[in-house]
């Protein structure tokens, strides 16, 4: 059960509503009057909560489950125990999710601006707008109705947010563009100078970075993140994109929508990622290349050329999923015979 001084539960609701909600089936139809008041996991769930059941590894956990209602693929239905309600997907996850979302929707801006923020007189600042104490919204900056802005948040001169947004604490945005519907977790730095120099023994000069970080709708950017503007043109992440907390996206690197970045990840300069690109944590990509829609990236994999759609890679250098496996074998092999 979530924690009451954390997380506002909403509620309760019973299973016809839970089915419209989440778009799964409810099995047994006589039991569309019945209420939940939680979510929670398969072990710890009672019959007031509702819960999941996914991955094969835990159908012993499912059997065994003492919660009121579960969702579940289809294939199992028959196997959850007695008294439980049974709603069926083929994605029980994505339905839970949805479910889950309802009895604990994200808060929403209360409008207020606290007297300890410093707002620009030139800062336009639309409807129901949340701005926390220490937070600071520079000349010129735009922010979009129903927008919260977190404690010690910096929004640079100049800077755009759109509608619906939540900036976390300690966050700074400098030279960038943000859709609706963004999430940006505390720490984050964006639109700071990208790593550009003229290299040379007499010094390394900087390059001025002139371009932006430009970020579309329903975009999620982890905890002490980082992504550098671009040099001249722009940093650009597409709608949809989740990345992860501690990720380092360099100059010019442009993300086609849904991609999903691991922790840990860093991506350099001018690299383009086609959509729904997957990087597993701690994965390298060099500058310059450019990843095919689909392609997938195994954690602490280092990627030196060019992906198709769907290739999937691992190892570093990365080389083709099955052939990594084989050296994997083969490294083995030769291990256990030298002992």
Same mark, same amino acid.
């Given at each position: 059960?979530?924690?009451?001084?954390?997380?506002?539960?909403?509620?309760?609701?019973?299973?016809?509503?839970? /089915?419209?909600?989440?778009?799964?089936?409810?099995?047994?139809?006589?039991?569309?009057?019945?209420?939940?008041?939680?979510?929670?996991?398969?072990?710890?769930?009672?019959?007031?909560?509702?819960?999941?059941?996914?991955?094969?590894?835990?159908?012993?956990?499912?059997? /065994?489950?003492? &919660?009121?209602?579960?969702?579940?693929?289809?294939?199992?239905?028959?196997? /959850?125990?007695? =008294?439980?309600?049974? %709603?069926?997907?083929?994605?029980?996850?994505?339905?839970?999710?949805?479910?889950?979302?309802? %009895?604990?929707?994200?808060?929403?801006?209360?409008?207020? *601006?606290?007297?300890?923020?410093?707002?620009?007189?030139? &800062?336009?600042?639309?409807?129901?707008?949340?701005?926390?104490?220490?937070?600071?919204?520079?000349?010129? &900056?735009?922010?979009?109705? $129903?927008?919260?802005?977190?404690?010690?948040?910096?929004?640079?001169? +100049?800077?755009?947010? =759109?509608?619906?947004?939540?900036?976390?604490?300690?966050?700074?945005?400098?030279?960038?563009?943000?859709?609706?519907?963004? *999430?940006?977790?505390?720490?984050?730095?964006?639109?700071?100078?990208?790593?550009? %120099?003229?290299?040379?023994?007499?010094?390394?000069?900087?390059?001025?970075?002139?371009?932006?970080?430009?970020?579309?709708?329903?975009?999620?950017?982890?905890?002490?993140?980082?992504?550098?503007?671009?040099?001249?043109?722009?940093? *650009?992440?597409?709608?949809? !994109?989740?990345?992860?907390?501690?990720?380092?996206?360099?100059?010019?690197?442009?993300?086609?929508?849904? !991609?999903? *970045?691991?922790?840990?990840?860093?991506?350099?300069?001018?690299?383009?990622? +086609?959509?729904?690109?997957? /990087?597993?944590?701690?994965?390298?990509?060099? =500058?310059?290349?450019?990843? +095919?829609?689909?392609?997938?990236?195994?954690?602490?994999?280092?990627?030196?050329?060019?992906?198709?759609? $769907?290739?999937?890679?691992?190892?570093?250098?990365?080389?083709?999923?099955?052939?990594?496996?084989?050296?994997?074998?083969?490294?083995?092999?030769?291990?256990?015979?030298?002992?």
């Amino acid at each position: 059960m979530a924690d009451p001084r954390f997380f506002k539960r909403k509620g309760p609701f019973d299973a016809a509503e839970i /089915a419209r909600i989440s778009g799964a089936t409810l099995v047994q139809t006589t039991g569309e009057s019945r209420s939940f008041v939680d979510v929670a996991p398969l072990q710890v769930a009672d019959e007031t909560c509702l819960s999941f059941f996914d991955n094969r590894k835990y159908v012993d956990a499912f059997v /065994a489950s003492k &919660a009121g209602a579960c969702f579940c693929r289809p294939e199992f239905a028959d196997r /959850a125990p007695e =008294g439980m309600l049974v %709603f069926t997907s083929d994605d029980p996850y994505r339905a839970y999710a949805k479910a889950a979302t309802a %009895f604990y929707p994200a808060e929403p801006a209360n409008g207020d *601006i606290s007297e300890a923020a410093y707002v620009h007189a030139s &800062a336009r600042i639309g409807e129901n707008v949340q701005i926390d104490p220490g937070a600071v919204i520079e000349e010129g &900056a735009e922010i979009g109705a $129903g927008t919260r802005i977190s404690a010690n948040a910096v929004i640079g001169r +100049g800077v755009v947010i =759109g509608a619906g947004c939540y900036i976390g604490p300690g966050a700074a945005l400098t030279h960038t563009l943000v859709g609706n519907l963004c *999430i940006i977790h505390s720490g984050a730095r964006i639109g700071q100078d990208g790593f550009g %120099f003229a290299m040379g023994q007499q010094g390394h000069l900087k390059v001025p970075q002139l371009g932006r970080v430009v970020i579309g709708n329903d975009v999620e950017i982890g905890a002490n993140a980082t992504i550098d503007r671009g040099a001249g043109p722009d940093t *650009i992440i597409g709608n949809g !994109c989740r990345i992860d907390n501690l990720v380092q996206i360099g100059h010019n690197v442009e993300m086609g929508m849904g !991609c999903v *970045i691991v922790a840990q990840v860093g991506i350099s300069g001018s690299t383009k990622l +086609g959509h729904f690109v997957v /990087a597993g944590g701690q994965a390298g990509i060099t =500058g310059h290349l450019t990843l +095919g829609d689909g392609a997938k990236i195994a954690a602490q994999a280092g990627v030196m050329k060019d992906m198709k759609p $769907g290739d999937v890679v691992g190892g570093s250098p990365a080389v083709p999923m099955m052939e990594y496996h084989k050296q994997t074998v083969a490294l083995s092999r030769l291990i256990r015979k030298k002992k």
